[in-house]
């Protein structure tokens, strides 16, 4: 059985091909690690948000009316239901899940392996579909739909160097 992480000494790998795969590693190491706060210290980053809802307040007091005021706390307090520890813990993991295979995925295709692609399409779906179930709502959608279109612009650019791909 041939090693998934060594190349493919017959191919030579396009430079699209190797501009994708490092800014995948790149994006999806910072996701990675972005997304560890979450899973493993929750209190931590609920905290930090009522602090920053808590100076975004202060600031916007001075320059608006109450009446916009008003709507502002309106949407913080959907925008709160995110950052329950259940859902912090939760969106986290599956972050952490994602990455890794997106992460995965990338290596396989450096090393001009076809699965790498698939495993890749494996993390998108999960990283789209994540936060639609998670969240839900107008926050959720959103979020899953802005993954949608990087993760169909990304996919699609794969897709381009699928013939070189073992």
């Given at each position: ?32 690690y972005?997304?560890i ?7 931590k ?10 100076m ?14 008003e ?8 925008t ?8 912090l ?10 990455s890794?295979l ?8 450096w ?5 790498g ?19 839900g ?7 899953g ?5 990087a ?11 699928l013939?070189?791909?073992?």
């Amino acid at each position: 059985m041939q090693n998934p992480f060594e190349e493919n000494s017959s191919a030579v790998r396009p430079t699209l091909l190797t501009i994708l795969c490092i800014l995948t590693l790149v994006w999806n190491a910072y996701k990675f690690y972005g997304a560890i706060p979450n899973t493993f210290n929750p209190e931590k980053v609920m905290e930090s948000k009522e602090q920053a809802n808590e100076m975004m307040m202060d600031m916007l007091s001075k320059y608006m009316s109450e009446k916009d005021l008003e709507k502002v706390e309106e949407t913080q307090t959907e925008t709160e239901k995110m950052f329950q520890r259940d859902n912090l813990v939760l969106a986290g993991g599956v972050t952490l899940i994602s990455s890794i295979l997106l992460i995965l995925g990338a290596i396989w295709m450096w090393g001009l392996r076809k699965k790498g692609f698939w495993v890749y399409i494996a993390g998108n779906a999960v990283g789209i579909l994540a936060p639609i179930v998670i969240f839900g709502g107008s926050i959720g959608w959103s979020i899953g739909i802005m993954s949608l279109i990087a993760s169909a612009i990304f996919t699609g650019l794969y897709a381009i160097n699928l013939k070189y791909l073992v």
